[in-house]
């Protein structure tokens, strides 16, 4: 399901023409099926622990972000 995904995720970003394409994973499974499509656009992987964002830095055009789930940020969130 993943390399479907990642394969029409890919294909869309070059039709429109997207600055870079966004995915959440926790895993970091659906960044790597995104970069094996090799994007134009860069892949930016929001990853919740930081050895998935260590082990997306090797994967070609994945940029990982690391987003940690506080009460902070959600009130944060809310106040937007």
């Given at each position: 399901?993943?390399?479907?995904?990642?394969?029409?995720?890919v294909?869309?970003?070059w039709?429109?023409?997207?600055?870079?394409?966004v995915?959440?994973?926790?895993?970091?499974?659906?960044?790597?099926?995104?970069?094996?499509?090799r994007?134009?656009?860069?892949?930016?992987?929001?990853?919740?622990?930081?050895?998935?964002?260590?082990?997306?830095?090797?994967?070609?055009?994945?940029?990982?972000?690391?987003?940690?789930?506080?009460?902070?940020?959600?009130?944060?969130?809310?106040?937007?």
């Open positions: 399901v993943n390399e479907a995904i990642a394969s029409c995720a294909k869309t970003a039709d429109v023409q997207a600055a870079c394409i995915a959440l994973t926790e895993t970091g499974a659906m960044g790597r099926a995104l970069a094996k499509y994007p134009i656009p860069p892949v930016l992987a929001i990853v919740s622990r930081p050895q998935i964002a260590r082990q997306l830095q090797i994967s070609r055009g994945v940029y990982p972000l690391l987003f940690t789930s506080d009460d902070e940020v959600h009130e944060n969130t809310l106040e937007l």
